[in-house]
């Protein structure tokens, strides 16, 4: 039986695509939070003046980012990014054929009443789109900024990723903007995560209040990652830098 033509191989493929998802959010929220931390010890903004990887002076950020440049990571994220994209365009292309089959706006067919009971589950395309559509707006702020002239050779490279969150961040619309992004990634997220791990088998009545449970405290805590980052970022360049 082909994935990509049984029901059950379409919301497989969605299912893995989506772990992809997960752990690109967590990661990369996590290496943003330790600008955060940095406010606390002082080292935001301690960037060294040389370009090399791991300088002696540099605020944890910054490391992090310099993890993000080594080989392993480099080969890592880009599968990530991969398996990230083919859960948003696969999801889009699944929707598509099911209004064409069902003649009216519906997303791809859930297994359960309390699936298709959700908002967030009856608005999973929506939500895709406008995540995909901001995070084209986001590349331009930081990936082409940082890893794009790193990994090809296009543009202006940037060593210093605080600047690169103060100059985003530190206007009040585009905090607003981004913070909203955030919290459609958590609606997306909320319903996709316990989707995701129903889909591979935990769907018995002991596990399903469970890992809805997990799936909002997961949700939740990519949600704080990104928005502690966003905000700190917008009170760093507005009132305590000089």
Not at 1 to 12: D, E, P, V
Request: hydrophobic content about 55%; some cysteine; overall charge positive.
């Amino acid at each position: 039986m082909a994935l990509s033509t049984s029901s059950i191989g379409k919301k497989f493929i969605q299912a893995v695509s989506g772990a992809f998802l997960v752990i690109f959010l967590l990661l990369h929220g996590t290496i943003n939070f330790f600008s955060v931390i940095d406010s606390f010890t002082g080292k935001y903004g301690a960037v060294a003046a040389d370009e090399a990887l791991f300088s002696e002076g540099d605020g944890l950020f910054k490391l992090g980012c310099d993890f993000m440049s080594t080989p392993i990571i480099s080969i890592m994220v880009p599968i990530l990014a991969l398996g990230f994209a083919i859960h948003i365009l696969y999801g889009c292309w699944l929707t598509w054929k099911n209004i064409r089959a069902r003649g009216g706006v519906k997303r791809y067919e859930v297994a359960s009443r309390a699936a298709a009971d959700s908002w967030s589950a009856r608005n999973m395309f929506v939500l895709g789109i406008i995540i995909l559509g901001f995070i084209c707006f986001h590349l331009t702020h930081f990936w082409a900024k940082m890893q794009l002239p790193e990994m090809f050779g296009i543009g202006e490279f940037e060593n210093d990723p605080y600047l690169l969150l103060n100059l985003t961040f530190g206007r009040w619309w585009l905090l607003v903007l981004y913070l909203l992004w955030f919290v459609a990634v958590w609606f997306h997220l909320c319903h996709g995560f316990w989707s995701m791990l129903q889909t591979v088998g935990w769907n018995g009545s002991t596990w399903f209040c469970r890992i809805k449970v997990i799936g909002i405290i997961v949700a939740t805590l990519v949600f704080l990652l990104f928005a502690a980052t966003a905000v700190n970022a917008f009170i760093q360049a507005n009132f305590l830098l000089a």
